[in-house]
């Protein structure tokens, strides 16, 4: 069954989003909030962004209006009546949640899907508060979500082929690359871009390089196209370090997802990136300047991890040789330590069950711009050099974060 009629239930930043994608992709679509104030922002926001697409020359003046006339606000979750597939997007909160979900069962078709949209609850405990949970399935989209092309398409205990497949359809026919994903914290990406901030976090702790340094070998050596510190300030450092909490608590708290105390402490300063003008970086002059100093002491690496980053770093860095012949050692320790952290959750996901191989680096590529899925990338980086590296990085820690995952499941 084609989805041609869809609910949003928030029209915050991504209801408001979501909204777009499905009336884009030519759904009737009723957005919902709470207050007419809110559905008048959502859809504003929406106005606006489909005119700076036209002023850009991007959409016709038609599209753009025949877009919105597909959007109908509204404050109440009631008379929906034929909908095929109701999408929630309002605040992370499991009751709030619950109890919306109860009022989408009431008013919605039995046969319509209700997905939700949350980043770092069960779907499970969502469904807990229908009668059929098996119609209630995840739909994890990215943010800006116009223009991410990753859903993650989230299974709960108990959610139906037909709830799953119809999600993954409508998302297909919205432009979107949807993968499968267990119902595990973090999901595929949320889990996996762990390492690409904490171990940049623990490297600034440790003095091993600056805020700048680090952003820079990760750009120059692994062609990522933002650095750790500068994808921390456009996500919202409060954002991204209630993801790392959420993640880190509902795995059993290991050592190698422990949030870190300097994120901590600039979001409690109101220090969140680029929305509040400070977070790793200043916003304030023409361009970003570094806004938090460690001590940048360096690292001088024993011989057999020396050998071991550059032999890792020699097959794994994606730029030119001549500018990886001219990175220095910390740059070569700053890019292996950080990708083999990446490497090794995508090893231990899949070993998990999280999702196929194949969705793992695909969720990579699109949900956050990686240069290459980590597991490709670990495959062609070599699987040997990647589990030496991991062993003499897990000599060198006290926390054993490196222990290399399970072999039988990725190969290294
Ligand atoms: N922001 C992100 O980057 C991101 C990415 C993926 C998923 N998510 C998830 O999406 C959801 C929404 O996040 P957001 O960033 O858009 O939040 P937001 O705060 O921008 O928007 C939430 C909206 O929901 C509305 N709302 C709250 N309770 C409601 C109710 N009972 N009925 C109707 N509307 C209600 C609020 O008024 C608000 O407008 C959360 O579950 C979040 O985890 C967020």
């Known amino acids: ?8 239930i928030g029209a915050g930043t991504m209801g408001a989003g979501i909204a777009q994608t499905a009336a884009g992709g030519g759904c009737d679509v009723v957005l919902i909030d709470v207050t007419a104030d809110a559905v008048e922002r959502g859809i504003g926001g929406i106005r606006s962004a489909l ?15 025949a877009l919105l006339g597909r ?24 009751g709030v949640k619950r109890k919306v979900f109860g009022q989408l069962e009431a008013t919605c078709s039995t046969d319509a899907v209700l997905a939700t949209n949350t980043s770092s609850l069960r779907v499970s405990d969502i469904a807990g508060g229908v009668a059929d949970a098996g119609r209630v399935v995840g739909m994890h989209f990215f943010n800006p979500a116009p223009v991410m092309p990753l859903v993650e398409v989230i299974a709960g205990r108990e959610s139906s082929d037909r709830a799953l497949n119809l999600v993954t359809e409508a998302a ?3 432009g979107k690359v949807p993968v499968r994903a267990s119902d595990t914290p973090g999901f595929i990406v949320n889990r996996v871009a762990r390492g690409f901030y904490l171990e940049a976090l623990r490297m600034l702790g440790e003095g091993v390089a600056g805020v700048d340094k680090i952003d820079a070998a990760m750009k120059t050596l692994g062609t990522f196209r933002m650095g750790p510190f500068e994808l921390m300030d456009l ?3 409060d954002v991204n370090y209630a993801v790392s909490c959420s993640v880190y608590e509902q795995s059993g708290e290991p050592a190698r997802l422990q949030p870190h105390d300097i994120q901590r402490d600039l979001v409690e300063k109101g220090h969140l990136g680029r929305k509040s003008g400070r977070g790793f970086y200043s916003y304030d ?5 570094v806004d938090v100093r460690g001590d940048e002491r360096g690292i001088s690496l024993g011989g057999e991890l020396s050998d071991a980053v550059n032999r890792f770093a020699e097959c794994a860095a994606l730029c030119e040789s001549d500018v990886l012949a001219a990175a220095t050692e910390i740059d070569r320790y700053i890019f292996s330590r950080t990708l083999v ?3 090794n959750e995508a090893g231990l996901a899949l070993g998990d069950g999280v999702a196929t191989g194949a969705d793992i ?3 990579m590529q699109r949900g956050t711009n990686y240069p290459k899925g980590p597991l490709a990338w670990a495959k062609s980086a070599g699987h040997e050099r990647l589990a030496s590296l991991l062993r003499f990085l897990n000599e060198s820690v006290t926390d054993g974060r490196f222990a290399p995952c399970d072999k039988g499941s990725t190969g290294f």
Do not use: H, N, Y
Not at 1 to 8: C, S, T
Not at 285 to 289: A, C, E, I, L, V
């Open 1 to 8: 069954m084609a989805v041609q009629r869809v609910v949003v």
């Open 235 to 237: 996500v919202g450092l």
């Open 285 to 289: 002059g023409p361009s970003p300047t």
């Open 341 to 343: 952290a990446i490497m």
């Open 172 to 174: 297909r026919a919205w």
């Open 71 to 94: 959007i109908e606000g509204r404050t109440a979750i009631e008379g929906l009546g034929d909908v095929q597939l109701a999408i929630e997007a309002i605040v992370e909160d499991l």
């Open 51 to 65: 005119d700076r697409r036209v002023d850009r020359g991007k959409m016709d003046a038609a599209d753009r209006d």
């Open 361 to 363: 680096d695909t969720a």
